[in-house]
């Protein structure tokens, strides 16, 4: 059994993610409501506070990162920035500054998204993020000290959100949180590094 922090625990994907994570001791995390801790991914403080509350732990599993959404000829800097800090950098951080906390031969597992394959409108910077995602844990999984792994979960849409992202993805087949819950578990439990594990219809 390991200990697994879970960041966005109570949001679709977190509860998504926690079917895969059954034989373990899950913490869990979030910026509000009934968790374990308290966490914001875009305050370095904040995961750093998170780390040292916690102690000892085996793997982290995020499935956070809020991404504004907007026309591209109209998204100004301040709507980038917003995404860029918690999708991509809010991440980054969680590794960067994780990797000094976590077990020897522990695991890191981010969340991107299918925006980066299959675009839709108003969804630029999401999918730029995501992109960027799967090429920060393609690379960095070279250089990850202590024998610690990286993956993504790069998934579709939920089934469990459908009736919310919907009607801006026709033609998009969603999937049930349990096989993204799935992914997840390979990510934790398989010997993968490096690797983005897509998640599609």
Not at 51 to 74: I, L, M, P, R, W
Not at 129 to 141: E, H, L, P, R
Not at 155 to 168: H, I, R, S
Not at 179 to 199: H, P, Q, Y
């Amino acid at each position: 059994m390991k200990t697994v922090i879970l960041i966005g625990a109570l949001g679709k994907m977190g509860q998504a993610a926690l079917t895969g994570l059954g034989r373990h001791k899950v913490i869990t995390a979030g910026r509000s409501g009934d968790v374990d801790h308290l966490v914001d991914i875009t305050d370095e403080q904040s995961i750093e506070a998170l780390y040292q509350k916690v102690g000892h732990f085996d793997s982290v599993v995020n499935t956070v990162g809020f991404c504004e959404y907007a026309n591209f000829t109209e998204m100004t800097e301040a709507q980038w920035m917003t995404t860029v800090m918690s999708k991509m950098m809010g991440q980054i951080n969680l590794v960067r500054i994780g990797q000094k906390y976590i077990a020897d031969a522990g695991s890191f597992t981010l969340i991107s998204g299918i925006l980066n394959v299959k675009p839709i409108p108003y969804a630029i910077a999401d999918a730029t993020t995501s992109g960027a995602i799967d090429t920060f844990v393609k690379c960095v999984a070279l250089e990850m000290p202590r024998s610690t792994r990286i993956n993504v979960v790069n998934p579709t849409v939920l089934e469990e959100a459908w009736d919310v992202y919907g009607e801006m993805m026709p033609g998009f087949e969603p999937v049930p949180g349990k096989r993204v819950g799935k992914a997840f578990e390979r990510s934790v439990d398989g010997f993968l590094t490096g690797e983005v594990i897509f998640v599609d219809a």
